[in-house]
């Protein structure tokens, strides 16, 4: 299993900057992908950016430009580098592992996420 924690949400006027952390610890060994997602109440949670072990990045088509995920394998840490932050950013963000067990078994753990509010 994994454990996920996040750190560096918080409060910031349009056009600011953020960066997530996510300290990743466990089984790191069976992780093949780490990504960020967010949600706003009401709504399903959503991809905002992800990153493979070969380190490609995809990013949601609404971050493209903005938001730069990037991983440091010696840390067990992701993290979110967002900048040009606008209201619609604004939501719950969550870091995710996706794992695959000796077993063949593939597990999807969250962390407990950090909320980021842009004010206008």
């Known amino acids: 299993q994994v454990q996920l924690v996040e750190s560096g949400g918080g409060l910031v006027q349009a056009g600011g900057s953020l960066r997530l952390s996510c300290a990743v610890s466990g089984s790191t060994s069976t992780i093949y992908m780490l990504g960020w997602y967010r949600q706003v109440p009401g709504k399903q949670r959503d991809m905002v950016a992800i990153?493979?072990?070969?380190?490609?990045?995809n990013y949601a088509d609404s971050v493209k430009g903005r938001f730069t995920i990037s991983r440091d394998n010696a840390k067990n840490t992701v993290s979110l580098q967002m900048n040009s932050l606008n209201p619609e950013d604004t939501a719950v963000y969550y870091c995710?592992?996706?794992?695959?067990?000796?077993?063949?078994?593939?597990?999807?753990?969250w962390g407990q996420g950090t909320q980021v509010t842009v004010s206008s």
């Open positions: 995710n592992a996706k794992s695959v067990r000796s077993s063949g078994t593939f597990s999807s753990d």
């Open positions: 990153i493979k072990n070969d380190d490609r990045p």
